[in-house]
C-alpha cells in the first residue's frame, strides 16, 4: 500500500515542481496530449472495471448504483463550479483587481482547494489493497491507481500554476499543493481502514464505487471533449487518446 501512497503523493508534487519552472503559455504543448492520455485511460478503466464491480456488489439493487453514478456525474459538475475545472488542467485567469497584476485576484482559493480535496480523497478511498475485499478494483489496483495518478498531473499542474500567480511566488503555493497532494493518499488510507474493518461493505462500497465512477465518468469525457474542440481531428492528441485506450486494456 505504501508504493501506491508514494505514487499517488509524488506526480502531484511533480507536477507542481514543474510548474513553477515552464511558462503557462508553453505547457500545452504537452499537457493537451497527457490531458487525451488519461482521459482516455481513465474512462476505459472506469466502463470495464468501476461500473462491473459495483454491480457485482450489489446485484439485488442495481438500481441503486445507477443512481450514485448520476450522483457522482452530477456532483462532480457542482464541484467544478467551486474548482473551476482545475480537475481536468484549467487555469482560469480572472480580471484584474486594483493594485495586483493583470488578470490574476490575490489570495487563497479555500473553496477551490477544498472542491479539489474532496474530489481527490474519494478517488483514493476505493483503491483497497485486500483482494478479498476490493475484487475488481483490488485485482486491477494497480492500473487503477495509475489512472488516478495520471489524472490528478495536469490538475496539480493547474493548481499550482494557479497558486503561483495568485500568492506572488511558488514558496508560497507550496504548503497548499502540499494538501491536494495528501488528500488522495489519505482516502487510501481511509478506505482501506474501513473495509477490511467491516464499517464500508457490500451495498454501501458499491454506492461509494458508484459515486466516483460517476466523477470519472464526468472528469474523463469533458477531458476528452475539450481536447478536440469543434471536432476538429488532431492527430497528437488522437494517438494520445488511443494510446490510453489500449494501455488500460493491456494492463486490466
Known amino acids: 500500500m505504501w508504493i501506491v501512497f508514494f505514487l499517488l503523493l509524488l506526480p502531484v508534487l511533480g507536477a507542481g515542481w514543474a510548474a513553477g519552472r515552464l511558462p503557462v503559455q508553453h505547457s500545452s504543448r504537452w499537457l493537451k496530449p497527457l490531458l487525451a492520455f488519461s482521459?482516455?485511460?481513465?474512462?476505459?478503466?472506469?466502463?470495464?472495471?468501476?461500473?462491473?464491480?459495483?454491480?457485482?456488489?450489489?446485484?439485488?439493487?442495481?438500481?441503486?448504483?445507477?443512481?450514485?453514478?448520476?450522483?457522482?456525474?452530477?456532483?462532480q459538475m457542482l464541484l467544478e463550479l467551486?474548482?473551476?475545472?482545475?480537475?481536468?488542467?484549467?487555469?482560469?485567469?480572472?480580471?484584474?483587481?486594483?493594485?495586483?497584476?493583470?488578470?490574476?485576484?490575490?489570495?487563497?482559493?479555500?473553496?477551490?482547494?477544498?472542491?479539489?480535496?474532496?474530489?481527490?480523497?474519494?478517488?483514493?478511498?476505493?483503491?483497497?489493497?485486500?483482494?478479498?475485499?476490493?475484487?475488481?478494483?483490488?485485482?486491477?489496483?494497480y492500473a487503477i491507481a495509475a489512472g488516478v495518478a495520471l489524472h490528478h498531473m495536469p490538475?496539480?499542474?493547474?493548481?499550482?500554476?494557479?497558486?503561483?500567480?495568485?500568492?506572488?511566488?511558488?514558496?508560497r503555493a507550496w504548503p497548499w499543493l502540499a494538501l491536494f497532494a495528501l488528500?488522495?493518499?489519505?482516502?487510501?488510507?481511509?478506505?482501506?481502514?474501513?473495509?477490511?474493518?467491516?464499517?464500508?461493505?457490500?451495498?454501501?462500497?458499491?454506492?461509494l464505487l458508484g459515486l466516483v465512477a460517476g466523477s470519472f465518468l464526468h472528469v474523463s469525457t469533458t477531458i476528452l471533449f475539450e481536447t478536440s474542440p469543434e471536432h476538429k481531428l488532431n492527430w497528437p492528441k488522437l494517438v494520445a487518446t488511443m494510446l490510453g485506450l489500449a494501455l488500460a486494456l493491456v494492463v486490466a
Open 155 to 171: 490538475a496539480a499542474f493547474a493548481l499550482a500554476t494557479l497558486l503561483r500567480l495568485r500568492l506572488g511566488r511558488t514558496g
Open 39 to 75: 482521459g482516455a485511460y481513465l474512462f476505459t478503466l472506469t466502463v470495464t472495471h468501476l461500473l462491473p464491480e459495483a454491480l457485482t456488489l450489489d446485484p439485488a439493487h442495481p438500481h441503486r448504483v445507477g443512481y450514485w453514478v448520476l450522483a457522482g456525474f452530477f456532483g
Open 183 to 207: 488528500a488522495s493518499p489519505a482516502g487510501l488510507l481511509v478506505g482501506n481502514y474501513l473495509v477490511p474493518a467491516g464499517l464500508l461493505r457490500g451495498g454501501l462500497f458499491a454506492a
Open 82 to 141: 467551486v474548482s473551476q475545472g482545475v480537475e481536468h488542467g484549467h487555469v482560469h485567469l480572472h480580471p484584474p483587481a486594483q493594485g495586483h497584476a493583470a488578470g490574476l485576484t490575490s489570495g487563497i482559493p479555500l473553496g477551490l482547494l477544498g472542491a479539489l480535496g474532496l474530489h481527490s480523497f474519494l478517488e483514493g478511498s476505493i483503491l483497497l489493497v485486500n483482494t478479498n475485499l476490493g475484487g475488481e478494483v483490488s485485482s486491477n489496483f
